[in-house]
């Protein structure tokens, strides 16, 4: 792990414009995560869903997000407008929220999962790419890492505020859900006033239009980052069963948010670090020790009988996300050509959203026919195959960037 001072220098290096991006993400997640730590046990519990149509409104939703950074991203490289497209996204997202508290059935949930999720995808691959356009190479890590650990804080933080005002309110899901609104709006001030996009990625009279073609331009790494996330993403399906899990142990309602926040903020805490150590040693091992950590975070989750042992599955679980997600985007940002950034991001979010759908989906159906334990069993066995894959191509992706 990074000293402290040399933890420091790094932050000192990053640029303003990643942190303000960071904290645009972390207002979002707030409001996002007060919302989506109760509405599993809300579609539950309330409108009576089953785990099946649970595994797929979190499939369908987040497959939605990641689809549309596809086409995103690649607007984005052909406009050179990255912030303006964020902008979007994150606006669509904050005026979305109200439809939460409004909703009288399940459909409304469904439609504004949906509509919240394209607003997610439309400013995801337009970011990470600005981002990537803002950071120098020598940072690159510590500054997706940075940017995921305030996402992450906020994500951790929204469940905390929901956990206190599920209290407060005698389980009004509805209030909660009002006030969720405010820092969905305040992340979209943000974004408008406090981000400012680099001159370099402004509109050329040369830019070409996003071809097919241009897949041919990404290198045999950049595919295999891809392809490792991908399969990855298959092991690592939506956090709702974390959720449910804990109420299948017997948490109580009031405390079931208390997963999310767990998981965020081991979460927060790791990715930054995690950021730097690869700048320094490389990505490939970092990410290896983060492909472990959820194997070991399925087995708890599928054995432990006990809330305590769960609650160290969820630590480990926080730990992987900790340990991969900032990393594989920093490996995308190295792979990618610098004009081809956002339909890089755009083709790794498809690739991701595509198997996030079908493991929400596989572990749904698998709960509900077999059990929690098979689900999280399921998970661990992919979760070897996406290590096994990572060791055999670690060569070619530490290979620094030229």
């Given at each position: 792990?990074?000293?402290?001072?040399?933890?420091?220098?790094?932050?000192?290096?990053?640029?303003?414009?990643?942190?303000?991006?960071?904290l645009?993400?972390?207002?979002?997640?707030?409001?996002?995560?007060?919302?989506?730590?109760?509405?599993?046990?809300?579609?539950?519990?309330?409108?009576?869903?089953?785990?099946t149509?649970?595994?797929l409104?979190?499939?369908?939703a987040?497959?939605?997000?990641?689809?549309?950074k596809?086409?995103?991203g690649?607007?984005?490289?052909?406009?050179?407008?990255?912030?303006?497209?964020?902008?979007?996204?994150?606006?669509?997202?904050?005026?979305?929220?109200?439809?939460?508290?409004?909703?009288?059935g399940?459909?409304?949930?469904?439609?504004?999962?949906?509509?919240?999720?394209?607003?997610k995808?439309?400013?995801?691959?337009?970011?990470?790419?600005?981002?990537?356009?803002?950071t120098?190479?020598?940072?690159?890590?510590?500054?997706?890492?940075?940017?995921?650990s305030?996402?992450?804080?906020?994500?951790?933080?929204?469940?905390?505020a929901?956990?206190?005002?599920?209290?407060?309110?005698?389980?009004?899901?509805?209030?909660?859900?009002?006030?969720?609104?405010?820092?969905?709006f305040?992340?979209?001030?943000?974004?408008?006033?406090?981000?400012?996009e680099?001159?370099?990625?402004?509109?050329?009279?040369?830019?070409?239009?996003?071809?097919?073609?241009?897949?041919g331009r990404?290198?045999?790494?950049?595919?295999?980052?891809?392809?490792?996330?991908?399969?990855?993403?298959?092991?690592?399906?939506?956090?709702a069963?974390?959720?449910?899990?804990?109420?299948?142990?017997?948490?109580?309602?009031?405390?079931?948010?208390?997963?999310?926040?767990?998981?965020n903020?081991?979460?927060?805490?790791?990715?930054?670090?995690a950021?730097?150590?690869?700048?320094?040693l490389?990505r490939?091992?970092?990410?290896?020790?983060?492909?472990a950590?959820l194997?070991?975070?399925?087995?708890?989750?599928?054995?432990?009988?006990?809330?305590?042992?769960?609650?160290?599955?969820?630590?480990?679980?926080?730990?992987?996300?900790?340990?991969?997600?900032?990393?594989?985007?920093?490996?995308?940002?190295?792979k990618?050509?610098?004009?081809?950034?956002?339909?890089?991001?755009?083709v790794?979010?498809?690739?991701?959203?595509?198997?996030?759908?079908?493991?929400?989906?596989?572990?749904?159906?698998?709960?509900?026919?077999?059990?929690?334990?098979?689900?999280?069993?399921?998970?661990?066995?992919?979760?070897?195959?996406?290590?096994?894959?990572?060791?055999?191509?670690s060569?070619?992706?530490?290979?620094?960037?030229?």
């Amino acid at each position: 792990m990074p000293s402290g001072r040399e933890a420091l220098s790094r932050l000192k290096d990053v640029p303003r414009g990643v942190w303000a991006l960071g904290l645009v993400s972390m207002f979002m997640d707030i409001s996002s995560e007060m919302i989506h730590a109760l509405l599993p046990v809300y579609l539950v519990t309330v409108l009576g869903a089953s785990m099946t149509a649970v595994g797929l409104i979190e499939g369908v939703a987040e497959a939605t997000a990641m689809a549309v950074k596809i086409f995103s991203g690649a607007l984005s490289d052909w406009l050179g407008k990255r912030k303006l497209l964020a902008a979007i996204g994150y606006g669509l997202a904050a005026f979305t929220k109200p439809v939460f508290p409004l909703a009288t059935g399940l459909g409304w949930i469904v439609t504004a999962r949906f509509v919240d999720r394209i607003g997610k995808g439309i400013r995801g691959a337009p970011r990470d790419a600005l981002i990537a356009d803002l950071t120098p190479q020598a940072v690159r890590g510590a500054a997706f890492g940075l940017r995921q650990s305030l996402d992450t804080a906020g994500a951790f933080l929204g469940p905390l505020a929901a956990i206190g005002l599920m209290a407060l309110t005698l389980n009004d899901f509805t209030l909660v859900f009002w006030i969720a609104v405010v820092p969905a709006f305040v992340s979209f001030a943000l974004i408008v006033f406090a981000v400012r996009e680099p001159a370099s990625t402004g509109p050329g009279p040369e830019r070409p239009r996003p071809r097919f073609a241009d897949a041919g331009r990404f290198s045999i790494g950049f595919w295999l980052v891809v392809a490792i996330a991908a399969v990855l993403t298959l092991a690592r399906f939506s956090e709702a069963f974390l959720v449910l899990r804990a109420q299948n142990l017997g948490m109580p309602i009031a405390l079931v948010p208390a997963i999310l926040v767990i998981m965020n903020v081991v979460y927060a805490v790791s990715a930054y670090p995690a950021g730097v150590v690869s700048d320094r040693l490389g990505r490939t091992g970092v990410l290896a020790i983060g492909i472990a950590a959820l194997i070991v975070a399925d087995l708890l989750l599928a054995f432990g009988g006990h809330i305590a042992v769960m609650l160290l599955g969820v630590v480990f679980w926080g730990l992987h996300m900790g340990l991969t997600q900032g990393l594989l985007a920093a490996l995308i940002a190295d792979k990618a050509p610098v004009d081809l950034r956002g339909t890089a991001f755009g083709v790794f979010n498809l690739a991701s959203g595509a198997a996030l759908l079908a493991a929400s989906v596989a572990a749904g159906l698998i709960w509900d026919a077999f059990g929690p334990a098979a689900t999280f069993l399921a998970g661990a066995g992919i979760s070897v195959v996406a290590l096994a894959g990572l060791v055999a191509v670690s060569r070619r992706l530490a290979a620094r960037p030229s």
